[in-house]
């Protein structure tokens, strides 16, 4: 017995903890574990707070927290004649808002790639932000799904979706916050 009737290990008069933190990687080999222990202050870079207020929405269209199902609004077209592989003809004739949504290659050298909708006029052609590998044919059959300009008017209007809209429309622009 060591001196005051403590043996060794004995920690019932208290300890002093030198470091703290969270056991972050941990490497495991035949002859031993290496752990890294990561300090508290490494929960300081967490962006806060995790949801951003601004006036327009914040889900990604279509997802489990905007709950809109885009295949409902779903269209699909043969491309016309003077397609390229930027700028499809023969869109069709609709008031379903595609920009800024996605056109899927059903058919053709295409078939199975998807772009995200630059440009939509009804009953005219679709752009696409990124070309398509392969070269548009006459006859090459496309599926558009709907896009959303993520406001509160579109989302009530066009997809009657209020309900779940993501975003805080009545708080003002930082411009006018002086």
């Not at 199902?69 to 499809?88: C, E, K, Q, Y």
């Not at 808002?97 to 295409?110: C, D, E, L, R, S």
């Not at 909708?117 to 052609?125: E, H, K, L, Y």
């Not at 009545?170 to 916050?177: D, F, H, L, S």
């Given at each position: 017995?060591?001196?005051g009737?403590?043996?060794?290990?004995?920690?019932?008069?208290?300890?002093?903890?030198?470091?703290?933190?969270?056991?972050?990687?941990?490497?495991?080999?035949?002859?031993?574990?290496?752990?890294?222990?990561?300090s508290?202050?490494?929960?300081l870079?967490?962006?806060?707070?995790?949801?951003?207020?601004?006036?327009?929405?914040?889900?990604?269209?279509?997802?489990?927290?905007?709950?809109?199902?885009?295949?409902?609004?779903?269209?699909?077209?043969?491309?016309?004649?003077?397609?390229?592989?930027?700028?499809?003809q023969?869109?069709?004739?609709?008031?379903?808002?595609?920009?800024?949504?996605?056109?899927?290659?059903?058919?053709?050298?295409?078939?199975?790639?998807?772009?995200?909708?630059?440009?939509?006029?009804?009953?005219?052609?679709?752009?696409?932000?990124?070309?398509?590998?392969?070269?548009?044919?006459?006859?090459?059959?496309?599926?558009?799904?709907?896009g959303?300009?993520?406001?509160?008017?579109?989302?009530?209007?066009?997809?009657?979706?209020?309900?779940?809209?993501?975003?805080?429309?009545?708080?003002?622009?930082?411009?006018?916050a002086?």
């Amino acid at each position: 017995m060591g001196s005051g009737g403590h043996g060794y290990g004995d920690t019932s008069a208290g300890t002093v903890i030198l470091f703290s933190g969270r056991i972050s990687d941990i490497d495991c080999s035949r002859t031993g574990i290496e752990m890294k222990c990561r300090s508290h202050l490494e929960l300081l870079n967490i962006q806060m707070p995790h949801r951003l207020w601004q006036s327009s929405c914040t889900h990604v269209f279509g997802d489990a927290m905007c709950l809109f199902n885009r295949s409902s609004l779903s269209a699909t077209f043969s491309a016309g004649g003077g397609s390229t592989t930027t700028v499809i003809q023969g869109a069709p004739t609709t008031t379903t808002p595609y920009t800024q949504g996605t056109i899927i290659a059903v058919t053709g050298g295409n078939a199975g790639q998807s772009r995200t909708i630059a440009g939509f006029v009804s009953g005219g052609w679709v752009t696409v932000k990124l070309a398509f590998l392969s070269p548009v044919a006459d006859g090459d059959q496309f599926q558009l799904l709907p896009g959303c300009d993520r406001t509160l008017a579109t989302c009530t209007n066009v997809f009657n979706n209020a309900v779940h809209f993501g975003g805080f429309p009545y708080i003002p622009p930082p411009e006018t916050a002086v």
